[in-house]
């Protein structure tokens, strides 16, 4: 099934790295123009040029933190100004601290929300009256911890929460105003944010990596770790036409981990 998202300008937060950059790639494979959002400068320069050198797109970087306020208005006016239009909102940025729940420090908690939840709260915000023109799509990725949730785990889980709550709420003013939205929840990817865990894990053990991988695997119940480029690819589907009577959903990509908890 081939999908075609040629000359939508699709804004794509945490965009330098990990998911982000997987669901810019595979956007802009499929033709559209990915505008994308980081904090990280030599990241998002890496992230570009790997872009524009495999799909011929030309990708505009904003340098930003978005935890802050004021940032993302000034994300969306400097994609608007340059690229005219926006078709396609995704928020993947954002990522949270796994710790004992009484070692977590009020601090950890503001940190965990600043990015992931109130960051996407803003950029949906600034994007909704070009996204309302365009009839374009929000896509927030949040995580199946929502489904699954941990006791080291207690900042990620309710962030995921919250932000596919606030997503179907959104949804809700999308079917009025022509805007689609809807919610990604990866499970176990196989990406840096992964390979940081397993370090944790291999330093604070006797384990060394492979070990730890087999014991992930088997706590989680599936039998791999799952591909950025499957989050990419699916990514793509919820932006495209093909997906334009989805709406309002969260959908697990964890290969069956949660099992519709």
């Not at 937060?13 to 810019?24: D, E, F, H």
């Not at 926006?86 to 601290?97: E, H, P, S």
């Not at 919250?162 to 809700?172: H, R, W």
């Not at 991988?213 to 706590?219: F, M, N, S």
Request: hydrophobic share 40%; charged share 25%; glycine share 10%.
């Amino acid at each position: 099934m081939e999908i075609e998202l040629a000359n939508k300008v699709a804004i794509i937060t945490g965009g330098s790295k990990g998911l982000g950059r997987a669901i810019a790639m595979e956007m802009a494979k499929a033709g559209a123009d990915p505008v994308i959002v980081s904090r990280d400068i030599e990241a998002l320069e890496a992230a570009k040029s790997d872009i524009e050198t495999t799909t011929g797109r030309n990708v505009l970087i904003v340098a930003t933190d978005l935890s802050k306020r004021g940032t993302a208005e000034e994300c969306v006016q400097e994609a608007v100004r340059q690229r005219g239009q926006i078709d396609i909102l995704v928020n993947c940025a954002g990522a949270t601290r796994r710790g004992d729940f009484f070692e977590l420090t009020d601090q950890d908690w503001d940190g965990g929300y600043a990015l992931k939840l109130h960051g996407a709260v803003r950029m949906c915000r600034a994007a909704w009256p070009y996204l309302k023109v365009s009839k374009g799509v929000v896509i927030n990725v949040a995580g199946v911890s929502l489904r699954t949730p941990t006791k080291d785990f207690t900042i990620g889980a309710s962030v995921n929460s919250a932000l596919t709550t606030f997503s179907k709420s959104l949804a809700d003013l999308g079917i009025e105003d022509g805007v689609r939205v809807n919610v990604i929840n990866p499970g176990y990817i196989a990406s840096e944010r992964l390979d940081r865990r397993v370090d944790a894990i291999v330093r604070s053990t006797e384990q060394n990596k492979d070990e730890v991988h087999r014991d992930l695997l088997a706590g989680y119940g599936v039998p791999r770790f799952g591909k950025p480029l499957e989050i990419g690819e699916f990514a793509v589907f919820l932006a495209s036409e093909k997906a334009s009577y989805v709406h309002g959903i969260a959908i697990d990509i964890d290969g069956g981990a949660s099992r519709g908890q």
